[in-house]
């Protein structure tokens, strides 16, 4: 597979160690930078691996800042992605099995780099199980990429999903 990979100045050395066991895996990687420790900006290349997936030059991304979490929340501001800062294999089977995950963040200073490995494994491994449930919750996501004028302070856009929560047609 092709994975855009992306990280701040933080966790450089991570990224490339994550990189190399990428290609071990016999997979392309498309690498955004940022490419040493210089200080810089997880905005920066959080939005470009992101755009590489989007675009379709990427088939999934992988971000790394320090926690992970700053790089998560730039990437997941570009439309069309649907993307999770993830520190356990039990969240990137989720991830990708019910949401079609297209990218994953990790926190290259808080998770280890065996886990890392394993995570991004079972992000990459695992199949996307598509059920209605599942394309109704995904469609729900892309909606509100596509609606930012009409979400924002709209109490009633998900008006829709509470009448049916109402009728009982949701069920456990
Ligand atoms: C450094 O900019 C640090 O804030 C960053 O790597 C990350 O931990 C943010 O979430």
């Known amino acids: ?18 990189s190399d066991h990428l290609k071990s895996k016999g997979h392309q ?3 955004v930078g940022t490419y040493d420790m210089t200080r810089t900006h997880y905005p920066i290349f959080g939005k470009k691996a ?14 790394l800042c320090g926690t992970g979490v700053g790089i998560s929340v730039s990437a997941c501001k570009v439309p069309g992605i649907r993307g999770a800062l993830v520190r356990d294999i039990t969240t990137a089977k989720y991830a990708k099995e019910q949401l079609n995950a297209n ?17 991004i494994d079972t992000f990459i491994e695992t199949k996307y199980k598509e059920t209605p449930e599942n394309q109704a919750l995904i469609k729900k996501l892309s909606d509100l990429d596509h609606a930012a004028e009409n ?12 009448a049916k929560w109402e009728r009982g047609e949701y069920h456990d």
């Open 1 to 18: 597979m092709k994975i855009a990979l992306g990280c701040d100045h933080i966790v450089t050395d991570t990224k490339m160690q994550v």
């Open 29 to 31: 990687v498309i690498d």
């Open 50 to 63: 992101a755009e590489k997936v989007v675009n379709g030059e990427a088939d999934l991304g992988v971000v």
């Open 103 to 119: 990218l994953i963040g990790v926190g290259g200073r808080i998770t280890g780099l065996h886990v890392i490995q394993a995570v």
């Open 151 to 162: 979400q924002t302070g709209n109490e009633h856009f998900f008006d829709d999903l509470l």
